[in-house]
T-cell receptor
Framework: DVKVTQSSRYLVKRTGEKVFLECVQDMDHENMFWYRQDPGLGLRLIYFSYDVKMKEKGDIPEGYSVSREKKERFSLILESASTNQTSMYLC??????????????FGAGSRLTVL | DAKTTQPPSMDCAEGRAANLPCNHSTISGNEYVYWYRQIHSQGPQYIIHGLKNNETNEMASLIITEDRKSSTLILPHATLRDTAVYYCIEIRRSNYKLTFGKGTLLTVNP
């Protein structure tokens, strides 16, 4: 089975701290994604990457950056955490198949609290 | 990606079929319909996808209308473990950007 592993299930950080959320997948997928999920707002796409060192902004990239130095790893970085970044963060990976379909596998999520 | 419309919640009796509707009236010819679900406190899980033909796998069936403006996800024998939020999304073929809406909360009752 494809596995997407997020480094931390729960984190508590202080305002202004730099935060790293790590995501690793073990199935050689080209595409990786970071979403955040908040009550009443559903899943919102922050950034995605379709290849090593490639990244594209999603719908809400402000306040975040990403890094993809290796195919299996996609990191989400909060340069200076703020309380409005308290959320559940979900990483996903996927591969575009011969028909153009792109099925995602999600990690379990990382719940970040910024005090 | 075009938007989809789903009812915010539905109920289903255990053992019965659960039929979850989705409207995607602005879907274009090269857009797939995908279904995912999210059980509480877990990451979303892929269920099924289709372009224009009906599809079936071990989890569910997907019925897409001929005009492709709507679809129905069918869980043939719902169990309590199928209680989850179900998301219907449209994705352009080979598009990397996947945007989720608010989905339908399906509650399976004993």
């Amino acid at each position: 089975d494809v596995k997407v592993t997020q480094s931390s299930r729960y984190l508590v950080k202080r305002t202004g701290e730099k935060v790293f959320l790590e995501c690793v997948q073990d199935m050689d997928h080209e595409n990786m994604f970071w979403y955040r999920q908040d009550p009443g707002l559903g899943l919102r796409l922050i950034y995605f990457s379709y290849d090593v060192k490639m990244k594209e902004k999603g719908d809400i990239p402000e306040g975040y950056s990403v890094s993809r130095e290796k195919k299996e790893r996609f990191s989400l970085i909060l340069e200076s955490a703020s309380t409005n970044q308290t959320s559940m963060y979900l990483c996903a990976s996927g591969k575009t198949d011969f028909s153009g379909a792109n099925v995602l596998t999600f990690g379990a999520g990382s719940r970040l609290t910024v005090l | 990606d075009a938007k989809t419309t789903q009812p915010p919640s539905m109920d289903c009796a255990e053992g019965r079929a659960a039929n979850l509707p989705c409207n995607h009236s602005t879907i274009s010819g090269n857009e797939y319909v995908y279904w995912y679900r999210q059980i509480h406190s877990q990451g979303p899980q892929y269920i099924i996808h289709g372009l224009k033909n009906n599809e079936t796998n071990e989890m569910a069936s997907l019925i897409i209308t001929e005009d492709r403006k709507s679809s129905t996800l069918i869980l043939p024998h719902a169990t309590l473990r199928d209680t989850a939020v179900y998301y219907c999304i449209e994705i352009r073929r080979s598009n990397y950007k996947l945007t989720f809406g608010k989905g339908t909360l399906l509650t399976v009752n004993p």
